[in-house]
T-cell receptor
Framework: DVKVTQSSRYLVKRTGEKVFLECVQD?????MFWYRQDPGLGLRLIYF???????EKGDIPEGYSVSREKKERFSLILESASTNQTSMYLC?????????????FGSGTRLTVV | KNQVEQSPQSLIILEGKNCTLQ??????????LRWYKQDTGRGPVSLTI?????NTKSNGRYTATLDADTKQSSLHITASQLSDSASYIC??????????????FGTGTRLKVLA
């Protein structure tokens, strides 16, 4: 069963900590994405990557960075966690070549920053 | 402005009843529209994709419609079940003038089915 796996379902971190969220996909997809989801705001794109070592900023990249050293793994880094980064984080992947394939999402990581 | 708007925001129905969720979009040019189902605490899962030339598509008890002229889509759920309780999200890709596609997400409709 093909899937996108996020390393943690729930995470609690302190303000100022450096936080790593890991995402691994086993579908050999070119594209990978990080979103955050907040009530009433829907999914907002943080960063995405369409190839190894390539990354592009999404709509809300401030306070975040990413790393894609291998095709199957896309990491989201909160350099110095703040309470306004408390959210549900969703990783997704898709094959290249257009939009008809859609996303495969991970189960999400609910991050609480205290 | 490229937007995707969904209504209602939330909906409560009794098990066995039908319901219809709406999605209006202004994304242009249009290529396709996808409906996702998101169970509480989980990631979204694709239900169906509607391309420009399709008017209706069914996936079990889920039927999606698309009117490309009015830029509206609906998701009709027949004979609802408790497991249909979830958020339903409408997504339309937008092709920028350069670079890769971006996906415009609606804020979703939260459906609650009661026994």
């Amino acid at each position: 069963d093909v899937k996108v796996t996020q390393s943690s379902r729930y995470l609690v971190k302190r303000t100022g900590e450096k936080v790593f969220l890991e995402c691994v996909q086993d579908m050999d997809h070119e594209n990978m994405f990080w979103y955050r989801q907040d009530p009433g705001l829907g999914l907002r794109l943080i960063y995405f990557s369409y190839d190894v070592k390539m990354k592009e900023k999404g709509d809300i990249p401030e306070g975040y960075s990413v790393s894609r050293e291998k095709k199957e793994r896309f990491s989201l880094i909160l350099e110095s966690a703040s309470t306004n980064q408390t959210s549900m984080y969703l990783c997704a992947s898709s094959p290249g070549g257009g939009t008809n394939y859609g996303y495969t999402f991970g189960s999400g990581t609910r991050l609480t920053v205290v | 402005k490229n937007q995707v708007e969904q209504s209602p925001q939330s909906l409560i129905i009794l098990e066995g009843k039908n319901c219809t969720l709406q999605c209006n979009y202004t994304v242009s040019p249009f290529s396709n529209l996808r409906w996702y189902k998101q169970d509480t605490g989980r990631g979204p899962v694709s239900l169906t994709i509607m391309t420009f030339s399709e008017n209706t598509k069914s996936n079990g008890r889920y039927t999606a419609t698309l009117d490309a002229d009015t830029k509206q889509s609906s998701l009709h759920i027949t004979a609802s079940q408790l497991s249909d309780s979830a958020s339903y999200i409408c997504v339309v890709p937008r092709r920028p003038t350069s670079g890769t596609y971006k996906y415009i997400f609606g804020t979703g409709t939260r459906l609650k089915v009661l026994a």
